[in-house]
């Protein structure tokens, strides 16, 4: 090889080992002013964040928890007076339907002319007539269902039906004087109002005041 290749190569040689080491200095350089953020720093805020966020989590499921079995309770104390209701009012119609058969007693009895009372047939046929009808009560009773005492008693709109007002100087005004029919209780309920006719003063007793 002649003595110019040969100087030629050298500073090929010496040109690319120079390059090299350029470059090297300068990946140095880049290291040293890139920041890698510290591992330490990153778990602190995670763990911070697990910290901070799952309280407020743990505090939100707590007050689903609360309203969810609020709920739930009031929704088996609804379910329970219903099943309730059902069972003792359930029938409420039913019931209101079969008065007519007491009352049809009532006017059947009523129905009887004084005078026939007194053969033995007439008897026994009230008497009869009579047991049907305790026995009917008693019946209507077992299932909660009285009758309202309204005769003499104060008149109450709660209770009462007022169809007339009679006069009347020795019954205190606001008093029921007649049942013209019978009203009916099924337990705590009105099952139907007593239709009565209830005393008032004179007119005359009004002007004089």
């Known amino acids: 090889m002649s003595k110019k290749n040969k100087a030629k190569l050298n500073k090929e040689d010496e040109l690319k ?11 140095e350089k880049l290291k040293k002013n890139i920041t890698v ?4 720093n990153t778990d ?6 697990l910290e901070e966020n799952p309280r407020d989590e743990i505090e939100q499921l707590k007050d689903e928890k609360l309203r969810l079995l609020a709920d739930m309770e009031n929704l088996r104390k609804r379910s329970d007076r219903d099943r309730v209701d059902s069972i003792r009012y359930g029938s409420i119609n039913f019931a209101r339907d079969i008065l007519s058969t007491s009352d049809n007693l ?9 005078d026939a009372r007194k053969t033995e047939t007439m008897i026994n046929l009230i008497n009869g007539l009579r047991m049907v009808q305790k026995e009917f009560t008693s019946i209507l009773a077992k299932h909660g269902i009285k009758k309202i005492d309204a005769l003499n008693q104060r008149f109450d709109h709660n209770l009462h039906q007022a169809m007339m007002e009679i006069e009347s100087e020795k ?8 049942e013209i029919q019978s009203g009916y209780t099924m337990h705590d309920r009105l099952l139907r109002p007593s239709m009565v006719s209830v ?3 004179p007119e005359k007793d009004k002007k004089k005041k």
Not at 17 to 27: F, G, H, Q, R, Y
């Open 17 to 27: 080992k120079n390059s090299s080491d350029i470059v090297n200095t300068e990946n």
């Open 37 to 40: 953020p510290s591992e330490t």
């Open 44 to 49: 602190n805020n995670n763990q911070n964040e």
């Open 106 to 114: 009532s006017r059947a009895l009523d129905a009887i002319p004084k």
């Open 171 to 178: 019954v205190e005004e606001g008093l029921v004087i007649q």
């Open 199 to 201: 005393a008032k003063k």
